[in-house]
């Protein structure tokens, strides 16, 4: 019986049969009414106990590697994956990125849309370095396809900033966050959310980069315009807020960094809860400044 139901999905997939490969793709989703969806498509007599597993293999072995509905079952299974295991989906998403660019091209909309899928796994697990490299790619797909100045191109640039200074490069940050602040103060404006955030941005790593003065004084210009814009109790405020204490204290002002982190921990208790990750770390932050005070000390960023 078991037998003669896979001959019948090897005859089904080799035919492009649409309610195989709906059958396959609930499967994929882990649906367990197996029972349905095998009524579904004329094929009750499969013992419910084929694991999807055998089902897929069989698959990609039948259609072939290069074949669109095999680059869709590998992209599905990579994104299941990465619910628990983001690293064995980059490396999944990787290996499938490799064949759709040599089979597909490198700026078919399925290989971008891969690459992106894999630079968010990649960051996920942590490889900075890697997902910086797929970044930049995803920056030229971006550049290419909506052009310099969408929101999406933006966006990746933002990430290989963050990336790139993730990954050791705090220069290369800099300046690169540098270069997206002249576009988007000219694209969005100046008191647009997302230049606050670059401008954020370029001040931390900055700061990040070795010019804690440099960074003390951008937070310190950047804090008016996020309470003028945002608002006092904004998120993104008291972020900016935490930053302009930390970097007041490592440009050597002590004093002036516990005072600044003492009326931040008020707010965030207030506004966020005294048991809230980021009031923690403003707490933190109040104690190591009051009890080691000095230029090279390091707090929580």
């Given at each position: 019986m078991?037998?003669?139901?896979?001959?019948?999905?090897?005859?089904?997939?080799?035919?492009?049969?649409?309610?195989?490969f709906w059958f396959l793709g609930q499967l994929l989703a882990q649906e367990d009414r197996l029972g349905r969806f095998l009524a579904h498509i004329g094929m009750d007599t499969m013992?419910?106990?084929?694991?999807?597993?055998?089902?897929?293999?069989?698959?990609?072995?039948l259609r072939g590697p290069d074949d669109q509905d095999s680059f869709n079952v590998r992209h599905h299974l990579a994104n299941r994956r990465g619910g628990?295991?983001?690293?064995?989906?980059?490396?999944?998403?990787?290996?499938?990125?490799?064949?759709?660019?040599?089979?597909l091209g490198p700026e078919h909309p399925d290989t971008c849309t891969t690459r992106i899928q894999l630079f968010h796994f990649l960051r996920e697990a942590g490889d900075m370095s890697a997902?910086?490299?797929?970044?930049?790619?995803?920056?030229?797909?971006q550049r290419r396809t909506v052009g310099p100045d969408h929101r999406r191109t933006f966006v990746y640039r933002h990430n290989l900033g963050f990336c790139l200074g993730e990954a050791g490069d705090?220069?290369?940050?800099?300046e690169l966050f540098t270069e997206l602040l002249g576009d988007a103060m000219r694209v969005l404006g100046p008191d647009n959310?997302?230049?606050?955030?670059?401008?954020?941005e370029l001040a931390r790593w900055r700061g990040r980069a070795g010019d804690a003065a440099g960074a003390a004084a951008e937070f310190a210009e950047i804090v008016p315009d996020r309470i003028r814009i945002q608002g006092l109790d904004h998120p993104h405020t008291l972020m900016s807020r935490h930053n302009l204490a930390l970097w007041t204290g490592e440009a050597g002002?002590?004093?002036?960094?516990?005072?600044?982190?003492?009326?931040?921990?008020v707010d965030r208790r207030r506004v966020l809860g005294p048991e809230h990750p980021d009031t923690v770390k403003s707490e933190r932050a109040l104690a190591h400044w009051r009890e080691q005070p000095g230029p090279n000390s390091h707090t929580v960023q």
């Open positions: 078991r037998q003669s139901a896979l001959e019948e999905l090897r005859s089904r997939i080799l035919a492009r049969d649409e309610g195989t013992p419910s106990a084929a694991p999807a597993a055998e089902l897929l293999d069989e698959f990609l072995r628990s295991d983001a690293a064995g989906a980059a490396a999944a998403l990787g290996r499938l990125l490799d064949d759709q660019s040599r089979a997902a910086a490299t797929v970044a930049a790619d995803i920056v030229a797909d705090q220069l290369g940050a800099v959310c997302n230049t606050l955030d670059v401008r954020h002002d002590a004093t002036g960094a516990a005072a600044a982190f003492a009326e931040l921990v």
